[in-house]
């Protein structure tokens, strides 16, 4: 029964459109590309360290060793931020785009004083944030909808 509850769950999801599978792709794939490219980087920088770095180097003490093991760690980190934010920034703005407008609206709903016109600039922002169509019911005081 729960195999057939899931497969109905995921047929109503894809049927409906519920979940965006090309940007979870393409969200992976760039995240892919930018860690492969990233961990090869870092293991030609560790071969050519092997290479260049002196052997006395190595053989220098505990302090040493631990200074060449925690170097390439705060690098990487370093490097990874930097690489996710300018890769969100680049190929994402149009979403940062988005949540920047629908931040702005969310701090001006203090300002209006009609309830039409806030409901009709809701709908209307929350349209433009989610890239789909968007209906904001009231109900009426006597329960009529």
């Known amino acids: 029964m729960a195999l057939v509850e899931l497969a109905l769950l995921t047929y109503a999801t894809l049927k409906q459109g519920l979940f965006?599978?090309?940007?979870?792709?393409?969200r992976t794939l760039v995240y892919g590309a930018v860690t492969?490219?990233?961990?090869?980087?870092f293991g030609l920088l560790e071969w050519s360290a092997e290479h260049f770095?002196?052997?006395?180097?190595?053989?220098g003490g505990?302090?040493?060793?631990?200074?060449?093991?925690?170097a390439p760690f705060?690098?990487?980190?370093?490097v990874r931020e930097w690489y996710e934010h300018h890769v969100e920034r680049?190929?994402?703005s149009g979403w940062?785009?988005?949540?920047?407008?629908?931040?702005?609206?969310?701090?001006?709903?203090?300002h209006f004083e009609q309830e039409a016109a806030l409901c009709r600039d809701?709908?209307?922002?929350?349209?433009?944030?989610?890239?789909a169509p968007a209906v904001l019911y009231m109900r009426e005081e006597d329960g009529v909808v």
């Open 96 to 110: 940062h785009k988005a949540e920047a407008a629908w931040a702005v609206f969310v701090e001006s709903v203090g």
């Open 53 to 59: 770095i002196p052997e006395a180097w190595h053989e």
């Open 20 to 26: 965006d599978f090309g940007s979870a792709v393409n």
């Open 74 to 78: 705060l690098v990487i980190h370093r």
């Open 122 to 131: 809701f709908a209307g922002e929350l349209a433009r944030y989610a890239v």
């Open 90 to 92: 680049v190929l994402f």
């Open 36 to 41: 492969f490219i990233l961990l090869a980087t």
């Open 62 to 70: 505990a302090a040493i060793n631990a200074g060449i093991a925690l």
